[in-house]
């Protein structure tokens, strides 16, 4: 069964550059999830879409910012990055309309050195 | 603040055994729960789920139990297996396409 999909999944940044994330989410699916997580940490809430808005946002510094487009793809852009943005980053989808369960991808790995 | 975590941050089982995870949750207007399981470089598994106004649900070897007046969730797993290891994490939401507010990891470690 297809699942979600987020490229790339290692990717290494100097500070002060800027990354991008891409998740494509399970088929059918209308909301993404992004999280953050650092070593050893529980994921964090970073931001939601659902059917290309904005549902929900979390802990997403300004430096950050993220859409979704029309096939649902959806993607987060960082910018001025900084040592501590260090950390694997996941994207979730799931389906509207009542279902809860939300399938997680492999992660990106973001260092930033 | 609203805060779900678990009590314990690492457990060790003797393979066989039943495993039991714990968690505490404090916004009482969750109404989805939900455990996790994390391998190595992975991103988490849906393990199991249980909506409020359930108090106990089962799956393939594992169990969640809800104790609403206590606000507490545990993950039982029966007859633990190696391939179990990994880091679970409890997760509340509030209900449909809202975001989930992961607990602390646990570690389990399964002894051969």
């Known amino acids: 069964a297809a699942g979600v999909i987020q490229s790339p999944r290692h990717l290494i940044k100097e500070k002060r550059e800027t990354a991008t994330l891409k998740c494509y989410p399970i088929?059918?699916?209308?909301?993404v999830y992004w999280y953050q997580q650092g070593p050893g940490q529980d994921p964090q809430f970073l931001i939601s879409?659902?059917?290309?808005?904005?549902?929900d946002k979390g802990s997403i510094p300004d430096r950050f910012s993220a859409q979704q487009f029309s096939d649902y793809h959806s993607e987060l852009n960082m910018s001025s990055l900084e040592l501590g943005d260090s950390a694997l980053y996941f994207c979730?989808?799931?389906?509207?309309?009542?279902?809860?369960?939300?399938?997680f991808g492999q992660g990106t790995r973001l260092t930033v050195v | 603040g609203e805060s779900v975590g678990l009590h314990l941050p690492t457990l060790s089982v003797q393979e066989g055994d039943n495993s039991i995870i714990n968690c505490a949750y404090s916004n009482s207007a969750s109404d989805y729960f939900i455990w996790y399981k994390q391998e190595s470089g992975k991103g988490p598994q849906f393990i199991i789920d249980?909506?409020?106004?359930?108090d106990k649900r089962q799956g393939q070897r594992v169990t969640v139990l809800l104790n609403k007046t206590v606000k507490h969730l545990s993950l039982q797993i029966a007859a633990t297996q190696p391939g179990d290891s990994a880091v679970y994490f409890c997760a509340e939401t509030p209900g449909a396409n809202s975001k989930l507010t992961f607990g602390k990891g646990i570690t389990l470690s399964v002894r051969p």
């Open positions: 979730a989808s799931s389906e509207g309309g009542g279902n809860t369960e939300a399938f």
């Open positions: 879409f659902y059917e290309k808005m904005q549902s």
């Open positions: 088929p059918r699916h209308d909301t």
């Open positions: 249980i909506r409020s106004n359930m």
